[in-house]
DNA sequence: GCCAACGTTGGC
DNA sequence: GCCAACGTTGGC
């Protein structure tokens, strides 16, 4: 059996928010709109069902992480990328030659105590996230093992 | 609203 | 293949 992965999904609130996830029937929703390579290939090549997903708020205030999910659906095309009216349209993705994939989510759990950007850049266990580092602007990252159970640890009042 | 950092595009 | 211009992200 596959090693559980743990990631990092960022939304803006305003967008899309945990609430919104936790709305959805099941819980669950499809992450479309990624127009970014890495972020793919993330979701492409190394989800699996059961990964587990902790979903950060950004341009928010705070900005923090504010709950978690998991991976349901493993990577499929992203069908919003030939929709001309969708605002992440994007011309060189057809379905005869997908760019773009998405993943499906299921929100699990609320975090009591939502830990912020401020809390995790304070904390030295985390000082080696993505998350923190200078320009880092990936919408889907790789966490380890022990710093997500640091978040959730921090995320209990 | 500002702007630094970054990814992508396109001219050459 | 280089790199300037441009658009986007996202914290502040």
Known sequence: MAETKYWLFKSEPSAYSFDDLLNEPEQ???WDGVRNYQARN??????????RVLFYHSSAKPTAVVGTARIV???YP?????????????PKSSPGETVWM???????RRLPNPVTLAAVKANPKLKDMLLIRKGQRLSIQPVTREEYEEILAMGEL
């Open 102 to 108: 998405v993943v499906e989510i299921r929100g699990e």
């Open 78 to 90: 992203d069908a919003t990328a030939w929709d001309p009216g969708d605002k992440h349209y994007d």
């Open 73 to 75: 659906r493993e990577a």
């Open 28 to 30: 669950t929703a499809e």
């Open 42 to 51: 993330f979701m492409r090549d190394d989800m699996r069902v059961g990964d």
